[in-house]
């Protein structure tokens, strides 16, 4: 785009060399037995290839528009399900990413993307050939050009928003730039905000080179693009909305692909347009910076800067005078600890709960046994709240399992406090905390349910309430997730299945795979189990349930698609996928599952079989 380029306010440096090296060579490169002519410049700017010439590369890889912090999710299962399933990391990623801006008389182009990485420490990056187009040399080095070629005052800026439907704005003033005006550098440049600068928090740089296959995503601002050859397409992925932020998934085609140095570059299929230079390419599932974009052909390939070589550029550069960029200062997240002695004397899941029937707490099996925490020097494992217990896993900072006492002719409703607490009878590393909680989509979700054990007296009542309000009891669930059905799940249980004295067991708990995706340090649990027992006259009946996303228990469960789904299984599958042996509870008396023996998928509250 060396047209578009020379008509940029400021003449850019890299326009001048595109200009200055314009050998162009066609060259036949076969993709599926098809012939493709690609463009390439001459080898002293190889670099400079295609500066600012983004482009969509298959229908079938879609832009979707950002709005309020989130996404749609595209209608591709093979990007729908992870994307859901990594959502909290994307959108976290999404915060660090805004739109570069020259404003001039009042009015305001956009030029490019940005991005906010963390190395050692947090940096904002883009290319060079963005930089370039506000930039001026001075004795062979860049400098921030501070008005434009009219004489006007020029100011950058990034905005951290700029969404569809939406003129909410989270606006810097970039007062510096750092970058090697030499073209055969990787096309990366550091921008240095105004002092006082509140920078979104930074994206980790993943420590590992993806694969060849990996699912990415480039988050940026894809604009106008005269120079895209498919307009039919651009029309097609992108509506007329352009200049907005959007997240684009793809998949990592080359790890060292010819026209660029493969130590220096990654090959991707995420489509982009102009705008979208400087674009963050994040790996969806490990929620890391694997590259910066710079530039594609169209309906070939993209490329991105690898990730760490865009750390090794901003360490050459910050070895000179480049002043400390630090994240935003943040107010402290308020965590009340409650030592051991503010909750002694708690009693506990009582397994003589249900008259005539000892129903013990779950056994951890096999591995798991050696993963739950001991609470004290004795091997202890047990914490106990008020008419429920919970077992804490050793290394997940979450519960394996929760139980449960439910009275339910003695309940009573309370107001709820959302004040959460730390328990001190554990390491605080142990568990979590607001800190996983904050500026996300992620909510606290009550693995006991506040109300379940809120019966008794009045003291009993409040006690146990506020019980229900600590970190061990919260596992991380997405606010997607189908909290109506699953949280209604135990009031259909007690009111319909005749439950003698109206009294229940209850035992929740996530499924801990070590598969399940990290965020801020905590692996997410994407599956969740629930086990409900009563008696009717003297035999013990139960009930067992999953919430989960439908392929991640397929070995249990038959897929139905993309979701959350509540599927009504067996004792017997919850202890296939937990390690937990209920003992008592695995004879107890169970509903009948379909006639062909699979798992009962549950839409609505009357397709639950109680027997």
Not at 19 to 26: P, S
Not at 144 to 159: E, I, K, M, N, Y
Not at 270 to 299: E, K, P, Y
Request: net charge negative; glycine share 8%.
């Amino acid at each position: 785009m060396l047209q578009e380029l020379m008509r940029a306010p400021i003449y850019p440096a890299v326009a001048r060399a595109f200009a200055a090296e314009a050998v162009r060579a066609k060259q036949p490169l076969t993709r599926g037995g098809t012939d493709v002519t690609r463009e390439r410049v001459g080898d002293a700017g190889w670099y400079l290839t295609a500066a600012g010439q983004e482009k969509i590369i298959e229908l079938g890889y879609p832009s979707l528009l950002i709005r309020n912090g989130t996404f749609e999710l595209p209608a591709v299962p093979e990007y729908a399900t992870p994307m859901r399933l990594h959502r909290p990391q994307l959108e976290a990623a999404i915060r660090a990413v805004g739109r570069v801006e020259l404003e001039v008389g009042g009015r305001t182009r956009a030029v490019g993307t940005a991005v906010v990485l963390h190395g050692s420490k947090p940096w904002l990056v883009t290319n060079r050939h963005v930089a370039d187009t506000f930039a001026q040399l001075i004795d062979g080095r860049p400098v921030l050009a501070t008005h434009d070629q009219s004489g006007q005052p020029l100011r950058v800026q990034v905005d951290f928003l700029e969404e569809a439907g939406s003129v909410r704005s989270s606006t810097i003033v970039i007062e510096a730039l750092y970058y090697d005006p030499d073209v055969m550098s990787p096309d990366v440049a550091l921008l240095i905000p105004a002092a006082g600068a509140q920078l979104p928090e930074a994206v980790l740089v993943d420590d590992q080179e993806p694969d060849v296959g990996t699912l990415v995503a480039a988050i940026g601002y894809p604009g106008d693009d005269i120079g895209e050859r498919d307009q039919a397409a651009l029309a097609e992925l992108f509506a007329g909305t352009l200049e907005k932020k959007r997240i684009a998934p793809g998949f990592v085609i080359a790890r060292e692909p010819a026209t660029f140095p493969g130590e220096l570059t990654l090959q991707h299929s995420c489509s982009t347009l102009a705008g979208s230079s400087g674009s963050l390419l994040i790996d969806v599932v490990r929620g890391r910076a694997v590259g910066l974009h710079f530039t594609g052909m169209s309906q070939f390939a993209n490329y991105a800067v690898r990730g760490r070589a865009v750390l090794d550029v901003v360490a050459r550069l910050v070895g000179s005078d480049v002043p400390e960029l630090r994240a935003p200062p943040e107010a402290p997240l308020e965590e009340v600890v409650l030592e051991a002695s503010a909750l002694a004397g708690r009693r506990g899941y009582d397994p003589e709960f249900l008259p005539g029937a000892a129903i013990a707490l779950p056994k951890p099996t096999g591995d798991l046994a050696g993963q739950v925490l001991a609470i004290d020097d004795s091997g202890a494992t047990v914490l106990d709240y008020t008419h429920f217990s919970l077992v804490m896993h050793a290394t997940r900072r979450l519960a394996v399992f929760t139980a449960v006492n439910i009275d339910g002719a003695r309940l009573t409703r309370i107001g709820r406090s959302d004040r959460w607490f730390i328990d001190g009878r554990i390491p605080r590393e142990a568990q979590t905390g607001e800190w996983l909680y904050a500026r996300n989509a992620l909510d606290r979700g009550h693995l006991v349910r506040r109300l379940d054990p809120c019966w008794g007296d009045d003291r009993e009542v409040q006690q146990a309430n506020d019980d229900t309000f600590f970190f061990t009891n919260c596992s991380p669930q997405h606010q997607d997730f189908n909290q109506g059905l699953w949280n209604r799940l135990e009031d259909h249980v007690l009111d319909h299945a005749r439950v003698e004295r109206d009294r229940l067991l209850v035992f929740t708990g996530p499924v801990l795979d070590d598969e399940d995706p990290a965020y801020r340090g905590v692996q997410l649990p994407q599956a969740f189990w629930k086990l409900v027992a009563w008696l009717r006259g003297a035999t013990v009946h139960a009930v067992a349930f999953v919430l989960s996303q439908a392929d991640l228990v397929e070995h249990f469960l038959e897929a139905l698609g993309d979701g959350w789904h509540t599927y009504q299984v067996g004792v017997a599958d919850i202890t296939a996928l937990t390690g937990l042996d209920f003992g008592a509870l695995a004879r107890a008396v169970e509903p009948a599952l379909d006639e062909s023996g699979r798992r009962r998928p549950i839409r609505a509250l009357s397709e639950i079989a109680l027997g």
